[in-house]
């Protein structure tokens, strides 16, 4: 609901939430290769990652809705907001990466309960960046408005995409 007020749009209000199944994964499968539990304490560091999944996508999709109002064609919007704005969702996961990575591989009195958390934040925040960026990508061009499909080649008459390979 909050999401809903921010953007006015139930459309970016789900586009912002396409983090958190990504979190999941990459929260559990950084408890199983650890060996952890799932307890209270990574119960906590989920909800912590929750919030920093949900930050960045409205990061990204705030930025995404300046630029496609200023023109730019949806794809181009999508792929263009998601390179402007990749330092600061980087920035973001791995502060919290480094402070808690002596937690994560602590094993000394009161680990047992720091580092499941500690676990889960550090895993979700070094491993899962890049699926959030590549989804948040994807998502947008399916739910866009427009329903214009993304094209990989160069069109005549088209702008290319920066840093993009040349297909044809």
Do not use: K
């Not at 109002?69 to 907001?81: D, L, N, P, R, Y």
């Not at 094993?107 to 960046?129: D, H, K, N």
């Not at 947008?140 to 993304?150: E, M």
Request: aromatic share 10%.
């Amino acid at each position: 609901m909050l999401l809903y007020g921010l953007f006015n749009s139930l459309h970016d209000s789900l586009l912002a939430l396409v983090g958190i199944p990504f979190a999941i994964a990459g929260g559990l499968l950084g408890l199983y290769a650890s060996g952890l539990d799932f307890s209270i304490s990574a119960a906590i560091g989920f909800i912590s990652v929750f919030g920093i999944s949900v930050m960045n996508g409205i990061l990204l999709i705030s930025y995404y809705n300046e630029v496609r109002q200023s023109g730019m064609h949806t794809v181009e919007a999508m792929f263009h907001a998601a390179s402007q704005r990749m330092r600061s969702v980087l920035m973001t996961g791995l502060s919290a990466c480094i402070g808690l990575f002596p937690a994560a591989i602590s094993t000394g009195i009161g680990s047992q309960v720091q580092r499941p958390l500690a676990t889960v934040v550090v895993e979700v925040c070094s491993s899962v960046r890049s699926c959030c960026s590549w989804s948040y990508r994807r998502f947008a061009w399916c739910f866009s408005r427009s329903g214009i499909a993304p094209t990989w080649r160069h069109q005549p008459g088209t702008t290319r995409r920066p840093g993009a390979a040349n297909d044809g």
